[in-house]
Nanobody, 115 residues
């Protein structure tokens, strides 16, 4: 069992920046990938970015060039650096970690981009 805790969300003005963190704990053997999804009010959950071991990274088109995903394997922590935030980035951001064929999810952290 893997537990994930997201942090770093909050309220930011358009054009601002935030860094989200996702710390994994519990029964860690080998996490093959970590990433981020988000869900805005009234919308379906969508992929933001994923990082698979071996540095294979995938970004949703609307965040390319603005968001950067990274991972500290020693700390079992993933990060999402978000720059030039837009109102449409407002959502609950969920971290996931993949291990032994199971995808684990955090409870989410709220990001609100508003003037």
């Amino acid at each position: 069992q893997v537990q994930l805790v997201e942090s770093g969300g909050g309220l930011v003005q358009p054009g601002g920046s935030l860094r989200l963190s996702c710390a994994a704990s519990g029964t860690i053997f080998k996490i093959s990938g970590m990433g981020w999804y988000r869900q805005a009010p009234g919308k379906q959950r969508e992929l933001v970015a994923t990082l698979i071991s071996g540095a294979n990274i995938n970004y949703e088109d609307s965040v390319k060039g603005r968001f950067t995903i990274s991972r500290d394997n020693a700390k079992n922590t993933a990060y999402l650096h978000m720059n030039n935030l837009k109102p449409e980035d407002t959502a609950i951001y969920y971290c996931h970690a993949d291990q032994r064929g199971t995808r684990y999810w955090g409870r989410g952290t709220q990001v609100t981009v508003s003037s």
